[in-house]
């Protein structure tokens, strides 16, 4: 079964960066699409940004282009998100989720055809 272990998160300051780490195991992440989804407290969970297993292909929610980068290392079985110029509404739970591409739809995922993280804290506050 594939496990997806998520880090990297913490408190920071607005304008500031962080990188969050999702790294596999028990089966090879290449075999794998990758997204990335994060909960703020009494809001709906949200799609952030997703990498197909090549990593040719990626999207991004408006809310983050331009300051998100999602990528992935097959070979360490690890995908990233780097988080630049954060902003106080970027804080909530960030999870990982791998599985078919399709199933990684930022408006709304396919949670049944997914494997998840147990998430990691990103707080951004002044």
């Known amino acids: 079964q594939l496990q997806l272990v998520e880090s990297g998160g913490g408190l920071v300051q607005p304008g500031e960066s962080l990188t969050l780490s999702c790294e596999a195991s028990g089966f090879p992440l290449d075999y794998y699409a990758v997204g990335w989804f994060r909960q703020a407290p009494g809001k709906e969970r949200e799609g952030v940004s997703n990498?197909?297993?090549?990593?040719?292909?990626?999207n991004y929610a408006d809310s983050v282009k331009g300051r998100f980068t999602i990528s992935r290392d097959n070979a360490k079985s690890t995908a990233y998100l780097q988080m630049n110029s954060l902003k106080t509404e970027d804080t909530g739970v960030y999870y990982c989720a791998a599985g078919p591409f399709w199933a990684l739809n930022l408006q709304k995922s396919s949670d049944l055809s997914l494997d998840w993280g147990q998430g990691t804290q990103v707080t951004v506050s002044s």
């Open positions: 990498i197909d297993i090549s990593g040719t292909s990626t």
